[in-house]
């Protein structure tokens, strides 16, 4: 059988955070310069398909962001 070649709902490249039928995550983090990160936060679900959030963040926000995620 040949390889999918382009993404249909429910089948993504990387590895999720949570893969369930109904419900899959995946989460990015990048960093473009010295102190420059994007976060890209990836869900699907059946009816929707996949939704993507970006966030632009300097390292500051991210330390921000880190707290939050501690607590």
């Given at each position: 059988?040949?390889?999918?070649?382009?993404?249909?709902?429910?089948?993504t490249p990387g590895p999720?955070?949570?893969?369930?039928d109904d419900y899959k995550?995946?989460?990015?983090?990048?960093?473009?310069?010295?102190?420059e990160y994007e976060i890209?936060?990836?869900?699907?679900?059946?009816?929707?398909?996949?939704?993507?959030?970006?966030?632009?963040?300097?390292?500051?926000?991210?330390?921000?962001?880190?707290?939050?995620?501690?607590?």
């Amino acid at each position: 059988m040949q390889p999918y070649v382009t993404p249909h709902p429910g089948r993504t490249p990387g590895p999720n955070l949570v893969n369930l039928d109904d419900y899959k995550m995946h989460i990015l983090k990048r960093e473009y310069q010295s102190g420059e990160y994007e976060i890209l936060i990836e869900r699907w679900i059946p009816e929707t398909g996949w939704t993507r959030t970006q966030l632009l963040l300097t390292k500051e926000q991210l330390d921000k962001f880190r707290t939050i995620l501690q607590d």
